[in-house]
């Protein structure tokens, strides 16, 4: 078959709702939209671990961290999902690697801040994870059917770390003033960078025109962002602390919120590498990719030793 | 460093299920794959049983033979219980 009828049998079949699979013919920006986006959502999930790692041996109460723990253990299911189904792609799973330890592959700019104090714990299950499951409850019914396979184990997971998140500030905040104090602090350092997660706004985004055309993107970056306004700011009053945002107010018209301009200038020199942890987020990764190395090679030895062990008997 | 086999993961939700693919995962060997399987795909009470089969030996269709493979089971309404007329006194059959 000719390239162009390749073509419009896939277009068919996206314009149908028809999944794509592994074996089917693509477009080779297709494949390579999905490789970005898959491996990047992979690497975040796995740099992602690195700022509440820092929490586990400080969490307040033995039920915290075994929260905390199953929490980052999550994440780590979620990195491993995803590369598998990025791997269905075509690409290999240490090359994945070998682009986020080079700074080829980006990861969600949001885990380049640090984690100062408990309450972070409690901001980033409520605010980070609440805008990850935003972006992933769409991506479900993605055209590529690994990749919705994926978000979907994903999604089923990923309500406990909200819902984790937002006890743990809700303890805070009824507790002793110091505590309403730190959820507060947390609430401030962690508002803007988790409105950020969704990418920069509709004008200035390269790539989603194109994949709402694939049905690999279900929602514009602007649309997701405006739900998540919409569905934390009655949480917030919940809580009873302020979102750090003066010009936040309902619009009647609208039937949405309105909030303020989010500082881009900030989020570009994060993506850079430039935000307050990414050396030391890669840095971490890197070195537990070079430490583990002779625990891989001995692994394969092992294995290769068994298995001749085996043909020989 | 070269990348450990892939292996294809299949649960077992419950005695009485089959076995159901689930995903993917790599591992050294057999034994590291199930436990590794363990560790991803059943952190949730997911399963009773793993199998886990090197992706390698796993030899699939190719989706362009689909119109010969399946068409031919399109136009066979007679191997459907529903192809039959039959009165209504009889109830159930």
């Not at chain 1, 309902?250 to 994060?270: L, Q, S, T």
């Not at chain 1, 030895?301 to 008997?313: I, L, V």
Request: glycine fraction near 6%.
């Amino acid at each position: 078959m000719d390239i162009k009828s390749l073509e419009d049998r896939f277009n068919e079949k996206i314009d149908e709702d028809v999944r794509i699979e592994p074996k089917d013919w693509m477009p080779d920006n297709y494949r390579k939209t999905l490789i970005r986006q898959i491996s990047q959502h992979a690497h975040s999930e796995i740099v992602g671990m690195l700022p509440e790692a820092n929490w586990i041996s400080r969490a307040p109460t033995l039920r915290r961290k075994a929260a905390a723990l199953a929490k980052v253990q999550d994440e780590a299911g979620h990195g491993l999902y995803l590369y598998s189904a990025c791997e269905t792609l075509g690409v290999e799973r240490d090359q994945l690697l070998q682009d986020l330890h080079s700074g080829k592959a980006k990861y969600s700019s949001i885990f380049n801040y640090p984690t100062l104090t408990w309450a972070d714990m409690g901001a980033i299950g409520w605010l980070v994870d609440g805008a990850a499951i935003m972006n992933q409850v769409p991506l479900c019914r993605a055209s590529y059917g690994p990749y919705a396979r994926a978000m979907v184990r994903v999604c089923k997971e990923e309500s406990f770390h909200q819902r984790q998140g937002f006890e743990i500030m809700l303890t805070l905040c009824k507790g002793s003033e110091e505590q309403k104090k730190m959820a507060q602090d947390a609430l401030n350092r962690w508002w803007w960078p988790s409105l950020m997660m969704f990418g920069p706004t509709d004008e200035a985004s390269t790539h989603t025109e194109q994949s709402m055309r694939w049905g690999i993107k279900r929602f514009t970056n602007d649309e997701l962002r405006q739900k998540f306004v919409d569905a934390t700011k009655p949480q917030a009053d919940l809580l009873g602390i302020t979102i750090p945002d003066k010009d936040l107010k309902w619009n009647e018209e609208r039937g949405h919120y309105d909030f303020g301009e989010i500082n881009w200038e900030e989020f570009f020199n994060v993506i850079k590498g430039n935000g307050p942890c990414n050396k030391q987020r890669v840095d971490a990764r890197k070195s537990a990719y070079d430490n583990g190395a002779w625990v891989r090679e001995a692994a394969a030895a092992h294995a290769e030793k068994k298995s001749k062990k085996q043909a020989a008997a | 460093m070269k990348n450990w086999p892939l292996w294809e993961i299949f649960i077992r939700s419950k005695a009485g299920l089959n076995h159901k693919h689930v995903g993917s995962l790599h591992a050294a060997d057999e034994e590291m794959a199930i436990q590794n399987a363990r560790d991803v795909y059943t952190r949730r009470n997911e399963g009773v049983s793993i199998w886990v089969v090197k992706s390698e030996h796993i030899t699939a269709s190719d989706p362009d033979d689909s119109d010969p493979l399946y068409e031919p089971a399109k136009d066979k309404v007679y191997r459907h219980p529903t192809f039959y007329d039959l009165p209504d006194e009889v109830k159930h059959m």
